[in-house]
């Protein structure tokens, strides 16, 4: 499964209300909100703090507790302003995998307040997870609040297995796989509206649901239960896919519930080199400083009677600050084809994550090929980028 690092410290926001403390950063930042007119860069020097705008949040750390993998949540998080001018918000950057929801872009009048929703998928593994997100302020002492969220990510009950998985997919194979949805405490189940969440490859996948009867179900404890089948078509980039299948349920505390997609196609196209992963179809760059950037290399192999003249272009990038260089390709034989291909985290990145962990995904370049059957091929790009 986007290293921005926060330097937070504790501190008090204001007058504090029932104790609470939020995570807030007190430093002069470029990519602050810009001052009201007439308010102070160091109000605490020249007396002008009394007319600022200030920010407080109610309850800025907010605690999920247990999550089933594949369910999502939200929470409203409160913004105040208890200072005496308009308080400006923008949103920032996430250490997480979660959606922020809109922040006003108008000035909050002293004395009022605004909501930000922010929705979570616990997607990752099971264990516990802390997550940021950051807001920008026009309080010249707090430039930046941050909104945390926390819980603990619990196994799927009542999906087994808990992934539908596709090892080695051929390029021109077509192939299923199939998981069950089971009401472990009800004896009403529904499980309706499949989506493909990934736009990238939704249009390869096909989904079947039908209902089991309850002896044929594979956990003896469920009440109901329905069979989910999924079904692979050719034409798959070649490389890892991690697609996920979005369901809506009847469930307590599943309501909408996400199932991973996990797979590898294979053909006559590989990967090779220093920093790759096989297993995770990624370049691992890893953590890099952003003055200094960072690189990899990769040689792409090509194989088979059809591997003469093969050529690739870069078809898109993502985070767009990757930069991708193809090399010259050395034709070692008529059925054998060797290019490198050089991907680099320039110097000056600003800070991100993507190390396919909860704090982001990995990154991803698509090539583009001239090959008869192999259309595209996928590599993931593990990376960070520190201050």
């Given amino acids: ?166 090892d080695k997919l051929s390029i021109d194979e077509s192939k299923t796989a199939q998981v069950h949805v089971m009401a472990m405490l009800q004896d009403e189940l529904s499980v309706t509206d499949p989506q493909f969440t990934d736009p990238a490859t939704r249009e390869k996948f096909d989904v079947q649901i039908e209902p089991v009867a309850r002896e044929a179900l594979p956990n003896k404890m469920a009440r109901n239960g329905v069979r989910i089948t999924v079904t692979a078509k050719p034409g798959l980039p070649i490389g890892h896919f991690n697609q996920w299948l979005a369901l809506r349920t009847n469930l307590p505390e599943a309501e909408k519930l996400e199932i991973p997609i996990i797979g590898r196609v294979v053909g006559d196209v590989s990967i090779h080199g220093t920093g790759w992963s096989e297993d995770a179809g990624a370049l691992v760059i890893g953590k890099v400083k952003s003055s200094d950037g960072g690189k990899g290399k990769v040689n792409l192999v090509v194989r088979g009677n059809d591997a003469a003249g093969v050529e690739f272009a870069v078809k898109s990038i993502e985070p767009p600050e990757l930069t991708v260089t193809i090399g010259e390709p050395k034709q070692l034989k008529a059925t054998l084809l060797h290019v490198p291909v050089e991907i680099e985290v320039p110097a000056g990145t600003r800070p991100m994550v993507h190390l396919d962990t909860v704090q982001g995904d990995a990154g991803r370049v698509v090539l583009s090929t001239t090959h008869p059957k192999i259309k595209e091929l996928v590599l993931g790009v593990r990376f960070a980028v520190e201050r």
């Fill in 1 to 166: 499964m986007r290293i921005v690092t926060f330097i937070a410290i504790w501190a008090v926001i204001g007058i504090v209300v029932g104790g609470a403390l939020g995570y807030v950063e007190v430093r002069s930042d470029r990519d602050a909100i810009s001052l009201l007119p007439g308010e102070s860069a160091n109000p605490a020097l020249d007396g002008a703090v009394a007319d600022a705008p200030r920010v407080q949040v109610d309850q800025p750390q907010f605690d999920f507790g247990n999550m089933q993998r594949g369910t999502t949540r939200s929470h409203e998080f409160t913004i105040r302003n208890v200072g005496k001018a308009p308080l400006k918000l923008r949103v920032g950057a996430t250490s997480c995998k979660c959606t922020l929801g809109e922040v006003t872009n108008k000035a909050i009048p002293p004395g009022e307040s605004t909501h930000v929703k922010l929705e979570w998928s616990a997607k990752s593994d099971s264990g516990p997870f802390r997550q940021t997100a950051t807001i920008f302020t026009n309080d010249p002492l707090q430039s930046q609040v941050e909104l945390t969220i926390d819980g603990q990510i619990l196994a799927t009950s009542g999906v087994e297995p808990p992934e539908l998985m596709f």
